[in-house]
């Protein structure tokens, strides 16, 4: 059974940082491309950032690029992002994950997700 467990959410500060974590177990995990997405109040959701199996070029949405930081441990079957700089249009549920096929930043290319972390940015 796959699960993705994410964790590190918070409430934070505007100009404040947090680290989430994204714990993946029964999957190959080294084999899969790695996703952050976040659903805001009344959006959709949308991607935030990405990174390929081999840790290689990282993808970001354009209003975090500089922010945050998506990174990866296939030794510890995890994924991070860190965010920094964090701005209440920051304010999300964010979720992590892997990549079946199709574009990075569509949803729908993401077979397997985590439940997701609460970030509030308070202004």
């Known amino acids: 059974q796959v699960q993705l467990v994410e964790s590190g959410g918070g409430l934070v500060q505007a100009g404040g940082s947090l680290r989430l974590s994204c714990a993946a177990s029964g999957l190959t995990f080294s084999r899969y491309d790695m996703g952050w997405f976040r659903r805001a109040p009344g959006k959709e959701r949308e991607f935030v950032a990405a990174i390929p199996w081999s840790g290689g070029i990282t993808y970001y949405e354009d209003s975090v690029k500089g922010r945050f930081t998506i990174s990866r441990d296939n030794a510890k079957n995890t994924v991070y992002l860190q965010m920094n700089s964090l701005k209440p249009e920051d304010t999300a549920v964010y979720h992590c994950?892997?990549?079946?096929?199709?574009?990075?930043?569509?949803?729908?290319?993401?077979?397997?997700w985590g439940q997701g972390t609460q970030v509030t940015v308070s202004s």
């Open positions: 994950g892997a990549r079946g096929t199709g574009a990075l930043r569509i949803p729908g290319s993401y077979r397997y």
